[in-house]
Each structure stands twice: as C-alpha cells, then as structure tokens.
C-alpha cells in the first residue's frame, strides 16, 4: 500500500536524492546541483515557495512530487505546477505515481486551484502513457522558454 505524506526538514537529503535518480532517468545529472542545504531554504523556511509530496511503501520511500503555485489570469485563480515527479525504479507499476497526483489533486482541492500543470520530456512516452491515463491533455499550442545564467544576468543591462 502506497502512503503519501508532506515532505519535512529531515527528509531534505532524501529529496535531493529523488530529484538526482530523476536527473539521471532524464539524461541530465550533470544539471542536479541542488543540496540539502537549498532545499532546507527553499520548502522548510518561515514562507515555502515550493513544497514536496513523499510517496512510501512499508516506510519506504518509493518517489516524490515537488510542486508550488502559480496563477492564471484567465480563470482567476491559482494553480498547482508541478515542477518534479519521480518514482524509483523498483517501485513502478505498484500505483506510486498515481498516489502522489491524487495527494497532489487534494493539495489543489484545498487551495481552490484551478488546475494542475506541468512538463514532460517528449521522448518520456512512459510518463505520457501514464499522463494521457488520468485523463491530461497536452498543452502543444504553447512553447516554452527559459531564461537563465549569464543570459539573466545580462537581461539587467539591457
């Protein structure tokens, strides 16, 4: 049985550890520099702007979701971004995902979110398989961008 809970402090390791397995599923390890110490500061100071999920099974932590809020001008009102979803290896195919998008589901219900975004790498069919299985539909007219680095710190000189 899958049980889902708030992430806390002293999980902050443990998170840094998911959000790498995550970045070596996506080819991108070379990207994951997070610490503990940054995720202490980011989701468990005096006013968290991001927040996690941990999902477990028999106490064991099977996978995480990492999301915050945004906003859509459109409807009105706030949504859940879900910014990384990550279940171990061993664990799927035993419904661990599933279980954190419902506690994800329920995290939008409380804060009359709107809805539940996110991103999936267009190679990640597995993930989309799952996605399409809720029910999801992709946001394809839109394309996303990113501004970052020496990039952003030029954009204050323009």
Request: a negative charge.
């Amino acid at each position: 049985m899958v049980t889902v809970r708030k992430a806390k402090e002293s999980d902050a390791q443990t998170i840094v550890d998911l959000i790498y397995g995550l970045a070596v599923y996506e080819k991108l390890a070379e990207y994951a520099v997070t610490s503990a110490e940054d995720i202490k500061a980011s989701l468990f100071n005096e006013n968290p702007k991001a927040f996690a999920l941990i999902a477990e099974i028999d106490g064991e932590v099977a996978g995480f979701a990492l999301y915050f809020f945004n906003y859509s001008t459109f409807t009105g009102k706030h949504g859940v971004y879900l910014e990384d979803l990550f279940v171990k290896p061993q664990f799927r195919s035993h419904k661990v995902g599933l279980a954190l998008f419902k506690a994800l589901g329920n995290v939008a219900k409380e804060n009359d979110c709107g809805r539940i975004d996110w991103a999936v790498l267009d190679w990640n069919q597995l993930a989309i398989d799952f996605y399409d299985r809720l029910g999801a539909k992709p946001q394809t007219e839109w394309t996303g961008y990113r501004l970052e680095g020496e990039k952003l710190t030029a954009l204050m000189n323009l």
